[in-house]
């Protein structure tokens, strides 16, 4: 479907094969088709109409999409009513599908948004996003209005998050669900033995 020599790209199936087997590991993840282009591009661009072809062209000559490809077209938004220990905001749509795809909010027990606002609450608030001045204007707002909020993000000028594999996008996730989980144990027991209220050095 795809010949090297017909674009500088040099993509082939075997290449679009391979970046599918590398994002889904051992079949243990879902990607987007916005993820599968970005790894299929890191060693040059895309051929015209990459997309489409995939859509479209790739089902006719293998018989499905390839393995693990979710259809992001009309991904239904991530339930935010529910019981949630963090509210994830991920601006980023293929990063957000993604995390729907693989279950993050019943794996975590998190609400996920794709942008806005979260959800009210008091649960603390994770910004999957670019390092950029707008995740710092996100965070500053949030942490104006009383919510704690952090920003889960790669180290500037790295890699982008649509490049990361659904594997490391699932486990930043979850390490920073289980270090807030411990900073709010630790506040509680603090706090219940009032040592966020010691007495003033001459009461």
């Given at each position: 479907?795809?010949?090297?020599h017909?674009?500088?790209s040099?993509?082939?199936d ?5 970046a ?5 590991g ?8 916005g993820?599968?282009a970005?790894?299929?591009s890191?060693?040059?661009g ?8 995939i ?6 000559v293998y018989?499905?999409l ?8 009309d991904?239904?938004t991530?339930?935010?009513d529910?019981?949630?220990?963090a ?14 795809a ?8 998190v609400a ?9 609450g ?7 996003d670019?390092p950029?001045g ?31 594999r659904p594997s490391?996008?699932?486990g930043?996730?979850d ?10 144990a630790?506040?509680?027991?603090a706090?219940a033995?009032?040592f966020l209220?010691?007495p003033a050095?001459?009461a």
């Amino acid at each position: 479907m795809f010949e090297p020599h017909d674009h500088a790209s040099r993509i082939s199936d075997v290449r679009v094969t391979r970046a599918a087997e590398w994002l889904r590991g051992h079949d243990r993840y879902r990607y987007t088709l916005g993820q599968l282009a970005a790894a299929v591009s890191r060693r040059g661009g895309l051929p015209p109409g990459f997309h489409d072809l995939i859509r479209s062209r790739w089902p006719e000559v293998y018989g499905s999409l390839p393995a693990g490809l979710v259809d992001d077209v009309d991904r239904p938004t991530s339930p935010v009513d529910r019981p949630a220990t963090a509210h994830v905001v991920c601006p980023d749509r293929d990063v957000f599908v993604c995390l729907l795809a693989n279950d993050v909010p019943d794996r975590l027990s998190v609400a996920v948004v794709h942008d806005g606002d979260p959800p009210p609450g008091r649960q603390p608030v994770l910004v999957l996003d670019e390092p950029s001045g707008r995740l710092r204007a996100r965070l500053a707002a949030l942490r104006a209005s009383g919510r704690r909020a952090l920003a889960v993000t790669p180290s500037p000028g790295s890699t982008t998050l649509v490049r990361l594999r659904p594997s490391t996008l699932v486990g930043w996730l979850d390490l920073a669900v289980a270090a807030e989980a411990r900073f709010r144990a630790g506040a509680r027991r603090a706090a219940a033995v009032d040592f966020l209220n010691w007495p003033a050095p001459d009461a």
